[in-house]
């Protein structure tokens, strides 16, 4: 079932700026932000998941949100997109004329109340009273569905219980969702099956798949979603970032690596991968750790390095004889 019907063109959504920084022991400067996202607005990809209108004592790291969101140069062709947690958050994203606010609810009740202190019946009344603020504004609703896949506490997730949800969404006015692996407990069989319903229930929607890594099957995730005929992947520079309720939960499926394994397949994704090498390989001396990309390690696959000269007088040896 995997690697058929695969799309020829997959849309890129670049969330470290967000998911990424967000966790990080130390606070990024807020013009290192901006600059960042001003390279990444260059580089061919759909959306930038740019910072979070959380509250400063819960996120101290995203404290410079209004700063960074005002000060960024917009790309015509790119999406610019904000977490929002509350009517407080959204009132704060429509003042920085946002492209799109990005709500998260997860489907598991227990990760709810453990991420965000509500149950998921809280959330949705309050997703509604956020789609009447927006109201009248150009600013685009998605919303993410947390744990679609499972939950640390809960197990694995019925795939009825994210269809329902996700028709709870949209009766209340949101346009379009993200399904997302949080914790990193997708398999390849499952992400396919739970893709191929949701295209099958709701063949006109817009739909994200926001996978992690945590078990080393990000990439294979990716392409089972691709093929039951999902064309829009999250991901993030260097695999950095992860959801701090989550216990064991590491890092987002990495960007750089995504998009060199979708190009290995002839798959387009319009996205500038030497220049998104480039950056990642600058993330370890600003994050002063290392990140989980591989590729920025490695190098391209078609990269070859030069033989050591032992190596070049032994084969002039050889030709001799």
């Known amino acids: 079932m995997f690697m058929?019907?695969?799309?020829?063109?997959?849309?890129?959504?670049?969330?470290?700026?967000?998911?990424?920084?967000q966790s990080e022991a130390i606070f990024i400067p807020t013009d290192k932000k901006i600059e960042i996202i001003n390279r990444l607005s260059l580089l061919g990809l759909n959306k930038i998941e740019v910072t979070s209108f959380v509250s400063p004592k819960a996120i101290p790291n995203l404290r410079d949100a209004e700063e960074v969101m005002n000060s960024i140069t917009?790309?015509?062709?790119?999406?610019?997109v904000t977490l929002v947690p509350n009517e407080k958050g959204a009132e704060r994203a429509?003042?920085?004329?946002?492209?799109?606010?990005?709500?998260?609810?997860?489907?598991s009740e227990s990760h709810n109340l453990s991420n965000i202190r509500m149950t998921c019946d809280q959330s949705l009344a309050q997703f509604k009273r956020i789609c009447t603020?927006?109201?009248?504004?150009?600013?685009?609703?998605?919303?993410?569905?947390a744990t679609s896949f499972g939950c640390p506490f809960e197990g694995l997730i019925a795939p009825e219980r994210v269809i329902d949800v996700i028709k709870q969404y949209l009766?209340?006015?949101?346009?379009?969702?993200?399904?997302?692996?949080?914790?990193?407990?997708?398999?390849?069989?499952?992400?396919?099956e739970l893709c191929d319903q949701v295209r099958n229930v709701f063949p006109t929607l817009d739909v994200t798949l926001h996978l992690h890594n945590?078990?080393?099957?990000?990439?294979?995730?990716?392409?089972?979603?691709?093929?039951?005929?999902?064309?829009?992947?999250?991901?993030?520079?260097g695999g950095i970032g992860g959801c701090p309720f989550a216990p064991g939960?590491?890092?987002n499926i990495c960007t750089e690596d995504l998009v060199h394994m979708l190009e290995s397949i002839d798959l387009d994704t319009g996205v500038d991968l030497p220049t998104l090498l480039d950056m990642a390989r600058e993330l370890p001396e600003l994050l002063m750790h290392d990140?989980?990309?591989?590729?920025?390690?490695?190098?391209?696959?078609?990269?070859?390095?030069?033989?050591s000269q032992s190596v070049i007088d032994l084969k002039a040896r050889n030709e001799k004889h």
């Open 4 to 21: 058929q019907n695969l799309p020829t063109k997959v849309r890129i959504n670049e969330v470290a700026t967000r998911d990424g920084f």
């Open 214 to 237: 945590t078990r080393g099957m990000g990439l294979t995730n990716a392409l089972a979603g691709l093929s039951a005929g999902i064309t829009q992947l999250d991901a993030s520079l």
């Open 249 to 251: 939960a590491t890092g």
């Open 133 to 145: 603020q927006m109201e009248g504004s150009n600013t685009r609703i998605n919303a993410s569905l």
């Open 171 to 192: 009766d209340i006015g949101i346009q379009s969702i993200s399904i997302a692996d949080t914790t990193g407990m997708a398999s390849p069989r499952q992400v396919y």
């Open 74 to 80: 917009r790309i015509p062709n790119v999406t610019y």
């Open 94 to 107: 429509l003042a920085t004329n946002a492209d799109e606010i990005n709500l998260v609810m997860s489907v």
């Open 291 to 307: 990140i989980s990309g591989q590729v920025a390690k490695a190098g391209l696959r078609t990269e070859t390095r030069p033989l």
